[in-house]
C-alpha cells in the first residue's frame, strides 16, 4: 500500500486512495510526527521518552515499542510477519521514518519552494500555487506546544510565507496584478514586518495603475515598521518609494523581459514544431544554461541531459549525437561526481558516438566527446582513457584555434590532474591559462572556473592570500553573469579561512552556515558527509580528540574516517582491520585531506604497514596544505609526515632519504 503522510496542518496519513488511515491515539500520531521532524535520520528510543512524556511512566520504553508497531500495522497493514517494515524501520537505539520526499507534504512542499531562481514566472505560479494548497492549517497543528515541534513549525511557517511572496511576485510579472493585491493587502495585514510583502504589494499596485495608492501602502509600510519593531524601511522599500516618484522604466522592464520570452517561445514552437533533430539540440543547449542557475536547475539538466542523449542516439544519427552530447560544456570544479551511475552512461554513449563518426573530419565534434569523457569520468580509478581522451581533446582544441574547445578540454585536464598527490601547482597552472583564456574570449563561467581552481589549488600551497584574491574574482564575476552555484564553493573556503584563525566555535559556526545552502544546491557528490568531515578537521587541528554522534552520516568518507574512531575510541585491534581493508581514496580533491586521517589512525593503532603505506602516498605532497578542495583542512601534510616518521622510528622503521 502506498502511503502518504500530511503534516502541514493535523498529523495524519492517507492511503493510495486518498482514505486517512487510523494512526489510533495523540501520542501514536506525536510519534509519527517526531519522525518526521527528524527527517529521516534515526530517533533513538529514549529521545522519543523524553519528548513524549514530561514525566515518563515505568515501561515507557516498551510503551513507545507499542506505539510504534501500532504505527506499523497502520501504515503497512499488509507486510507479511517477520518481514522487515519499509516504511517506518528500525535501526540501532531508534526508530526511522525513510518515507520518499514526495510523500511526505512538508518534505514535498519544501522542495516546490527551492525552485530555482532563473526558473520562469509561468513556471514558478504553477508549482508554488499547487505546493500552497497542501496547507491544511498550521503545521503541526495538533503539537503546537511541544518543544521537539517548534524549530520545525518555525521553520515551515517561514517558508509558507516566502512562497506566498514568491506566488505573488511571479504573477506580477505574468501581469495578474488585479489578482494579487486583495492577496496581499490580506497578508500584509496579517504579517505586517515582512517588508517583501510592503515592495510587492505597491509593485502590484503601480502596475494596476494605481499610481498614488502605491504611495500610499509604502507610507503604510513605514509607519508599521517604525511602529512595531522601531526600524526605518530596508533599501528595497525606499529604492522603489524613489522609482514610483519618478515612474522609473525599471518598473517595467521585468514585463518586458517576460514578453520576450513569451514571444521567442511561442515562434519557436511554430517554425520548428515537427523538427525533432532541431528541437533535441535546442533542448541539449537549453539544459546547458540550465545547469548553472542553482540547485533544482542543475537536478533538471541532469535528467534531461540524459533524456536528450538517449533520443539522438535512438535517431541513429552520430554527428548529432556528438552535437547533443558535446554541447554540455558546463564547467565542473568538484570531482565527485552527482550521479556516477548517470556519469557511467554518458561516458558510454561518448565513446560508442566516437566510434561511430566518420574518420575524416569532425574535429571539434570528437573533441567535445574527449572532454566529455574526461570531465564526467572526475577523479574515479578508471584506467589511463579518461587522461588519455583529456590529453587528446587539448590537442585538437588547441590546433584549431577555437578557445571555448579549448576551456572545455582544460577543465578535462582539470579533472585528471589526480593520479598522485601533489599536483597541486599543475592545477594551479591550469586554472590559470582558463582565466586569461577565458578573460580574453568572453567566457565568463569557465572564467569563473579558473579562479575556483586556483582557490583550490593556492590552498593546497598555502597561499590563502591569493586565495582570497581568486574567490573575491570569482563572487564578482558570478555575481554579474548570474552563476549562483559560484557561492556555493566560495562560501565554504571562507569557512576553512576562518577555521585557520578564529577559535573552534566560531570555525564550527561558520563550517555549519556554509551547509546550510547544501540540501538545495543539487550536488549530492558534494554535499552529502562533507559538514561532518570538517567539524573533524576542526577538532583534530585544535588537538582535541575525533569525535562523532552515533548516527553521523560521514557519506562517502566513511571508510577513512572509521579507523581513526574505532583508534581513538579504545579499539585499536578492530582499527587495524579496518586499516588492512581500507582501499586507497579516490584520486580527486579530498585525497591529502583523506590519506592525512588515515595516517592519523595508523599512528594511533600503531600499524606500521598502514603507516608505510599513508607516508609513501603522502610524500610527493610534503610541501601542501591538505586543503587541496578548498573547503577544509586537516593541517600541513609535512606535520603528519612528522608523525609518521616518529611513530616508524619508534618501531625501527628509519626515514626514507630526501
Not at 207 to 227: F, H, T
Not at 604 to 616: E, G, I, N, V
Request: hydrophobic residues 45%; glycine residues 8%.
Amino acid at each position: 500500500m502506498h502511503v502518504r503522510f500530511g503534516v502541514l496542518g493535523a498529523v495524519t496519513a492517507w492511503d493510495e486512495a486518498g482514505d486517512t488511515l487510523p494512526l489510533r491515539g495523540p501520542k501514536h500520531r506525536a510519534v509519527l510526527a517526531r519522525l518526521v521532524v527528524a527527517r529521516r535520520r534515526v530517533v533513538p528510543v529514549a529521545r522519543l521518552v523524553e519528548d513524549l512524556w514530561d514525566e515518563p511512566p515505568q515501561r515507557a520504553v516498551g510503551t513507545v515499542r507499542t506505539f510504534v508497531a501500532g504505527l506499523r500495522r497502520a501504515v503497512e497493514p499488509d507486510r507479511p510477519p517477520r518481514t522487515p517494515p519499509r516504511l517506518l524501520v528500525t535501526e540501532g537505539p531508534g526508530y526511522a521514518l525513510r518515507a520518499a520526499t514526495q510523500d511526505v507534504d512538508a518534505w514535498r512542499f519544501e522542495r516546490a519552494v527551492a525552485t530555482p531562481a532563473g526558473a520562469r514566472p509561468s513556471q514558478v505560479e504553477a508549482g508554488l500555487a499547487e505546493a500552497l494548497e497542501w496547507w491544511r492549517g498550521p503545521a503541526f497543528a495538533d503539537f503546537a506546544e511541544e518543544p521537539w515541534a517548534r524549530a520545525e513549525r518555525a521553520r515551515l511557517a517561514e517558508l509558507r510565507l516566502q512562497a506566498v511572496e514568491r506566488l505573488a511576485e511571479a504573477r506580477i510579472a505574468l501581469g495578474a496584478v488585479a489578482r494579487v493585491v486583495p492577496d496581499l493587502d490580506a497578508h500584509v495585514a496579517e504579517h505586517p514586518w515582512r517588508e517583501d510583502a510592503w515592495r510587492l504589494l505597491a509593485l502590484a499596485l503601480y502596475r494596476s495603475g494605481r499610481q498614488a495608492d502605491a504611495l500610499s501602502v509604502l507610507r503604510r509600510a513605514r509607519g508599521m515598521l517604525g511602529e512595531h519593531l522601531g526600524v526605518a524601511p530596508g533599501p528595497p522599500l525606499r529604492r522603489l518609494e524613489e522609482d514610483i516618484l519618478r515612474q522609473s522604466a525599471r518598473l517595467d522592464q521585468e514585463n518586458a523581459v517576460d514578453r520576450v520570452w513569451a514571444g521567442a517561445t511561442a515562434a519557436y514552437e511554430i517554425a520548428v514544431s515537427s523538427r525533432a533533430r532541431t528541437r533535441l539540440e535546442s533542448a541539449a543547449g537549453l539544459m546547458r544554461d540550465l545547469a548553472v542557475t542553482g540547485g533544482g536547475g542543475l537536478e533538471a539538466a541532469r535528467r534531461h541531459r540524459a533524456a536528450a542523449v538517449a533520443a539522438a542516439e535512438q535517431l541513429g544519427d552520430p554527428e548529432l549525437t556528438a552535437r547533443v552530447i558535446g554541447v554540455h560544456d558546463v564547467p565542473a570544479v568538484w570531482t565527485r561526481s552527482d550521479d556516477p551511475e548517470e556519469a557511467r552512461r554518458l561516458v558510454a554513449a561518448a565513446e560508442r558516438t566516437l566510434r561511430l563518426l566518420p574518420p575524416d573530419g569532425h574535429d571539434a565534434a570528437r573533441c567535445r566527446l574527449l572532454a566529455t569523457i574526461a570531465v564526467e569520468s572526475r577523479g574515479a580509478l578508471s584506467g589511463d582513457r579518461p587522461l588519455r581522451a583529456a590529453r587528446r581533446a587539448e590537442e585538437i582544441a588547441r590546433r584549431l584555434g577555437d578557445a571555448s574547445l579549448l576551456a572545455f578540454a582544460l577543465n578535462g585536464t582539470f579533472m585528471q590532474t589526480f593520479r598522485r598527490t601533489g599536483l597541486a601547482a599543475g592545477r594551479d597552472a591550469i586554472g590559470a591559462e582558463i582565466v586569461s583564456l577565458a578573460e580574453r574570449n568572453g567566457l565568463p563561467r569557465h572564467e569563473v572556473l579558473g579562479h575556483l581552481v586556483r582557490v583550490q589549488a593556492r590552498c593546497a600551497l598555502a597561499d590563502f592570500a591569493g586565495a582570497d584574491r581568486h574567490a573575491r574574482a570569482a563572487d564578482a564575476l558570478a555575481a554579474r553573469h548570474d552563476l549562483p552555484l559560484a557561492a556555493v564553493f566560495t562560501t565554504w573556503y571562507r569557512a576553512l579561512r576562518t577555521s585557520l584563525t578564529a577559535p573552534r566555535a566560531a570555525a564550527l559556526t561558520a563550517y555549519d552556515r556554509a551547509a546550510d545552502p547544501l540540501p538545495g544546491s543539487g550536488m549530492p557528490g558534494l554535499s552529502r558527509g562533507l559538514l561532518p568531515l570538517a567539524r573533524l578537521t576542526v577538532a583534530l587541528r585544535a588537538g582535541g580528540p575525533p569525535t562523532a554522534g552515533e548516527h553521523t552520516d560521514w557519506g562517502p568518507y566513511e571508510p577513512w574516517v572509521r579507523p581513526l574512531l574505532l583508534a581513538a575510541g579504545g579499539h585499536p585491534e578492530e582499527s587495524r582491520a579496518a586499516l588492512r581493508a581500507l582501499p586507497d581514496p579516490p584520486r580527486d580533491l579530498m585525497s591529502e585531506a583523506l590519506w592525512c586521517l588515515v595516517a592519523r589512525a595508523a599512528v594511533a593503532a600503531d600499524d606500521p604497514p598502514a603507516m608505510l603505506r599513508a607516508r609513501t602516498r603522502l610524500l610527493p605532497a610534503a610541501g601542501e596544505e591538505a586543503a587541496g578542495s578548498g573547503l577544509l583542512t586537516p593541517g600541513a601534510v609535512a606535520g603528519h609526515l612528522e608523525s609518521l616518521n616518529a611513530a616508524l622510528e619508534r618501531q625501527g622503521v628509519r626515514r626514507p632519504p630526501r
